[in-house]
T-cell receptor, first 111, second 115 residues
Framework: QQQVKQSPQSLIVQKGGISIINCAYENTAFDYFPWYQQFPGKGPALLIA?????SEKKEGRFTISFNKSAKQFSLHIMDSQPGDSATYFCAASKSDYKLSFGAGTTVTVRA | GAGVSQSPSNKVTEKGKDVELRCDPISGHTALYWYRQSLGQGLEFLIY????????KSGLPSDRFSAERTGGSVSTLTIQRTQQEDSAVYLC?????????????FGPGTRLTVT
């Protein structure tokens, strides 16, 4: 069973717009929540990550929002660019380090 | 510096044959992971090595799958008597020790096709 549920499956955004991807988890033992970006034919690349002791983390145009009580976290891509077109995966892990991944969201940024 | 490297990048094999996939982690990284990415199952954990500790094999789907890590560095994932459902991209990741130990860095993967 998938421990991390991700939505939407795909989204299309205009250049300059905001892309929002949502994830939800059940296991309260999870204590690390990374986001990965994957281009076709490449391995996933670590984009940004958050711990549950903070509600938001921003790195450049990428922001993670974390809601511990709702067991949800989301990725916001501000000022989306065509080069951001990729598949994005949320993930979660416990102290055992094993990542449980969401199903992925394919983002298409239209110029 | 150099990232995680994997070889071969593509492997086509016949059903029933054995295959070996290789992973070279980032130099100095103490932990190494194998994951599998397939259309039906998404990204799933297979096995985890940390230093000299016994590996966590809890994600291996069957006893046809095994992995070893020699000298705390290079790892080989072996699949015996391959089946068509083994077709997937096999990804290796490594992570450093210390405060960034949660950060996993992935290689480009090996695409395995079983015919």
């Amino acid at each position: 069973q998938q421990q991390v549920k991700q939505s939407p499956q795909s989204l299309i955004v205009q250049k300059g717009g905001i892309s929002i991807i949502n994830c939800a988890y059940e296991n309260t033992a999870f204590d690390y929540f990374p986001w990965y970006q994957q281009f076709p034919g490449k391995g996933p690349a670590l984009l940004i990550a958050i711990r549950p002791d903070v509600s938001e983390k921003k790195e450049g145009r990428f922001t993670i929002s974390f809601n511990k009580s709702a067991k949800q976290f989301s990725l916001h891509i501000m000022d989306s660019q065509p080069g951001d077109s990729a598949t994005y995966f949320c993930a979660a892990s416990k102290s055992d380090y094993k990542l449980s991944f969401g199903a992925g969201t394919t983002v298409t940024v239209r110029a | 510096g150099a990232g995680v490297s994997q070889s071969p990048s593509n492997k086509v094999t016949e059903k029933g044959k054995d295959v070996e996939l290789r992973c070279d982690p980032i130099s100095g990284h103490t932990a190494l992971y194998w994951y599998r990415q397939s259309l039906g199952q998404g990204l799933e954990f297979l096995i985890y090595f940390q230093g000299n500790s016994a590996p966590d094999k809890s994600g291996l789907p069957s006893d046809r799958f095994s992995a070893e890590r020699t000298g705390g560095s290079v790892s080989t994932l072996t699949i015996q008597r391959t089946q068509q459902e083994d077709s997937a991209v096999y990804l290796c990741a490594s992570s450093p020790s210390g405060p960034r130990s949660y950060e996993q860095y992935f290689g480009p993967g090996t695409r395995l096709t079983v015919t």
